[in-house]
């Protein structure tokens, strides 16, 4: 069962991000039931430094069926799509694998690029069938044989902490995923997160706003279009340039600015934006003919702007 509520408080929660220690301040909270065994509490935050939203739980449960390595106690986010976005140890706490020995940078590393990977092969076996049932491996602190992970799994645990990995991968890619999707509509509109979306570096969250921007807002999120152009991602820009249509076409008050770092955007959008354009003043042309000085230009560039530096009335 998903319960939500509002926590009412003022005071600060702390918590350690990349050993930093950071303020959060909860809003939202998620039940997550894992397993028979294990219930989670899921709160939405936002990061006191970066203003960054997130969805949080911190996990401490013994983990390894076999004993073979510590209990953790991990600190999990996801992002408001419901996407794994990143973990963190609290200080003082590390995770262990095989005879307990501590992970190392490249273990973490590894650990959070499984997670990130949602077709993990994780997705579709048992713990169990990625052991060698005809392989052994000796335990110094337990004294004691435990099974190796098969070979041809290697590549997709970190060596020597299988259940670690399996445990998590299904924490962060189980049903809070959904959950957290669901609450996601609601909580934009009450949050007015439109903003924070277009601005952020995520081509998701930039996806939806865009998809969520009725024709009624194009005109006071112009410049939050306008800014999509510049987007990292290959279809935002030209998915922000449709949204701000043929009002925004015609108007050089409003294009000119974009026509003076076109070398900024990408080349298909260079183009898609100059076969657009329409009603160009003094302004423009002067803008044009300089940038037809570039020699780097293609000649596709060049003839779409002597087409509009000649325009008539």
């Known amino acids: 069962m998903i319960k939500y509520w509002f926590v009412f408080f003022t005071g600060l929660l702390s918590f350690p991000l990349m050993g930093q220690q950071k303020s959060i301040a909860a809003k939202v909270a998620i039940e997550y039931k894992v397993n028979d065994t294990l219930d989670l509490m899921v709160e939405l935050i936002q990061d006191s430094a970066s203003r960054a939203y997130f969805y949080h739980t911190f996990l401490s449960t013994d983990i390894c069926n076999d004993k ?11 992002n408001l799509m419901g996407e794994y976005d990143h973990f963190s140890v609290p200080v003082g706490h590390a995770f262990t694998k095989f005879d307990h020995q501590h992970f190392d940078k490249s273990d973490y590393n590894l650990l959070h690029k499984i997670l990130l990977d949602t077709i993990s092969p994780m997705r579709d076996y048992a713990v169990e069938d990625f052991l060698d049932k005809r392989g052994q491996k ?3 602190q337990l004294d004691a044989v435990t099974r190796p992970t098969l070979k041809v799994f290697s ?3 970190v060596p020597g902490a299988l259940y670690t ?3 998590l991968w299904h924490v962060v890619n189980g049903p809070i995923k959904s959950m957290i999707r669901q609450r996601l509509d609601k909580l934009y509109k009450q949050a007015r997160l439109e903003t924070y979306f277009a601005t952020s570096m995520q081509a998701d969250y930039q996806r939806y706003f865009l998809e969520n921007l009725s024709s009624e807002q194009i ?3 112009e410049k939050l279009l306008v800014d999509l152009l510049y987007s990292k991602d290959e279809y935002i820009p030209h998915y922000a340039w ?3 249509g043929h009002n925004f076409y015609g108007n050089p008050d409003k294009y000119n600015r974009i026509l003076t770092q076109l070398e900024v955007l990408k080349p298909h959008m260079q183009l898609a934006i100059l076969k657009n354009l329409k009603k160009p003043n003094k302004e423009t042309k002067e803008i044009l003919r300089i940038k ?3 020699t780097d230009l293609s000649q ?3 003839e779409l702007m002597y087409k509009l530096m000649n325009y008539e009335k």
């Open 242 to 244: 449709n949204k701000l």
């Open 138 to 140: 000796y335990s110094v």
């Open 165 to 167: 990995v399996y445990a």
């Open 300 to 302: 596709k560039l060049k």
């Open 68 to 78: 073979v390595c510590l209990p953790i106690q991990v600190d999990l986010y996801w």
């Open 219 to 221: 005109q006071e999120n």
């Open 155 to 157: 590549n997709v645990a």
């Open 292 to 294: 037809t000085l570039d």
